[in-house]
């Protein structure tokens, strides 16, 4: 069943996201194009100018506008199909809530992760544009290779091993911003009869300055004390340990989002009224 939660929930989302994704492609070239004008030596007329710089602003406003569209689009999907009058047929389906919230939960963080991905991409589009005669030469691919070639002299397999550490640390960054949301919607709807989105928007905000605070205190002390201690380490021992607290960090990471999904859950089974 999960299978075809999964299918329905992709294709409600990729009916209006890849029409953006696409948008913000173009959009890449033209900003690009804008910027080439501004690094050309060449002398172009005061309008030309002009119109770069609206096409710059209209580039990046569309890369901005795309991923508040991604969020918009998720989250207003699981609002109503869990707390609107959709959800009286959503929960009577012959499915298990934990299937109905796995669901929303993968789609909604393979989506943000596309985004990511497309914003990216539509960033490297603009820059092989505007900096084509610096990008597509022998000697910056060269330079390229061996800049990747010290970096994994310095760090050997330890620097493989960060990479794929950055990598699901993003991942599990994009899950618990995704069930944090989640989570902020479902107390909105729970405890509020009437205007349950701007309840939820105002739990949201109040919710994530706490944690905001909470991940700078962790930022100025923890953080910055572990790396004083990491200087003071041996050299033979700096890349091990850095894995080490990277692999602390993904850990503290999966706890705190292993803790949202059960709290989200158990608001969805044991709180949630339909009646």
Known sequence: MLK??????????????????????????????????????????????????????????????????????????FYKNFFTDEGYLT????????????????????????????????????????????????????????????????????????????IISAVLTVAISVLFAMCCITIASIIAKKAKVITAIVIYYLANSTVVFGMVMYNLFAVGTLYDWLDNVPRYYENPTAVLISLCTILFKGIFCATLYAFQYWMLDKKLNLS
Request: contains cysteine; negative net charge.
């Open 4 to 77: 075809k939660l999964l299918r329905y929930d992709f294709k409600s989302v990729l009916r209006y996201w890849w029409i953006a994704a696409v948008s913000t492609l173009g959009l890449a070239v033209i900003g690009g194009w804008s910027l080439s004008i501004f690094e050309n030596q060449k002398e172009f007329p005061e309008m030309l100018y002009v119109v770069a710089t609206l096409a710059a602003i209209v580039a990046v406003l569309g890369g901005i506008a795309f991923a508040i569209m991604t969020v918009i689009l998720l989250f207003s999907r």
């Open 91 to 166: 929960f009577t389906l012959p499915v298990k809530r934990s299937s109905l919230l796995n669901s929303k939960l993968l789609v909604s963080v393979m989506a943000v992760l596309a985004t990511g991905f497309v914003i990216i991409v539509d960033i490297l589009i603009a820059c092989c544009i505007a900096f084509y005669e610096e990008i597509f030469t022998i000697e910056f691919w060269k330079a390229l290779g061996v800049a990747i070639e010290e970096f994994f002299e310095m760090y050997d397999i330890y620097g493989v091993i960060m990479i794929l550490e950055y």
